[in-house]
């Protein structure tokens, strides 16, 4: 029986309704939820994220006529369902992150981790650069998330994952694009301390000057034949498209332009991605869910057509 003879808004939501199992021998693809919203520096709810991303994704029929591939026919996909998060405990449920993914990754089966807030990036690159060893890395975001510890107060946070993640070793720098950034900051140091530690920094403005398709050409060439890790924050997107997020900017993507540049990265080696701050207490309508779901199934839609 297919996986979507069911109607979309009857039965239980993994995510686009694929077998909930922890078994992912000859998988192709395991989606994880990571319910976690702990270190968020202004308002919190991602930790309903997975929940609410699966159920919108029950309205994604299968077939996208754009890349004209079926994923979840081209594809063998689980949903391993969500992490055992500690809400009061980051380092905890960093290390959960990482127990239950590492050997996910070490199989071959390709990880989507829907979170959760953007700290969750740090033990995802943590298992998949174990594999694959220092990660091309496209980031979409709002924000670098590169701050220092002097300047947020902590190490581990949401603001921090992308400098922990170098000093790491985790990401190499000669392939690690940040897209999107924009909004005020406390001073310029943000964008310089991100663009010292290596990080191509494309701001909103260069972003909309270069255009999506010379954008997208960019971060192919930049990216080449490198493993390459997508980690989504949905903030890149503008809050009038995907107002359900923790640190909303004005002036970003709109919904279009972001499936577009999730699309653009076709022919890349895609190892890892994740979908991270879509936060449903702010979300009218589920919009940001909706957005968050199809932009996972563009995401399965690459790993499609590499298979
Ligand atoms: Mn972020
Ligand atoms: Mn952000």
């Known amino acids: 029986m297919s996986v979507f003879a069911a109607q979309p808004f ?6 686009g309704r694929v077998p909930h199992s922890q078994d992912y021998s000859g998988a192709d693809v395991a989606i994880v939820g990571v ?33 004209r591939v079926a994923p979840f026919q081209a594809l063998k996909i689980v949903d391993l369902g969500d992490v ?62 590169t701050w220092d510890e002097e300047y947020s107060g902590y190490k581990y946070s949401h603001g921090t994952p992308f400098r922990r993640a170098i000093e790491e070793g985790l990401i190499d720098t000669s392939a690690y694009l940040q897209i999107g950034i924009r909004g005020p900051t406390a001073g310029p140091q943000d ?11 494309i701001t909103i403005d260069e972003a909309f000057t270069l255009g999506v398709e010379k954008l997208s050409a960019f971060i ?15 903030d890149a997107v503008d809050p009038a498209f995907a107002p359900g997020t923790g640190t909303p900017e004005v002036g970003g993507f709109s919904s279009y332009q972001m499936l577009q540049l999730v699309r653009g990265l076709n022919g890349l080696n895609c190892v890892g991605f994740d979908l991270v701050e879509v936060s449903p207490p702010f979300d009218g309508q589920q919009i940001t869910a909706i957005l968050g779901s199809n932009l996972v199934f563009e995401f399965l839609s690459l790993l499609a057509l590499r298979k």
């Open 84 to 145: 055992d998060v500690v809400p009061v405990d980051i380092a905890a449920t960093h290390r959960a992150i990482e127990a239950k993914i590492a050997p996910v990754v070490a199989a071959g089966c390709k990880v989507i981790a829907l979170g959760g807030e953007h700290s969750i990036s740090l033990p995802l690159l943590r298992a998949h650069a174990a594999k694959y060893g220092p990660l091309a890395v496209v980031h979409f975001d709002a924000h670098p998330d």
């Open 10 to 15: 009857q039965g239980i939501a993994t995510f």
């Open 35 to 67: 319910p976690f919203d702990a270190s968020v520096s202004y308002r919190s709810g991602t930790r309903f994220g997975p929940r609410a991303i699966r159920e919108q994704s029950l309205l994604l029929w299968g077939y996208n006529n754009v890349l």
């Open 220 to 234: 192919r060439e930049t990216v080449g034949s490198r493993p390459v890790y997508v980690t989504l924050d949905i």
């Open 191 to 201: 964008y310089v301390d991100a663009r010292n530690l290596g990080a191509k920094l």
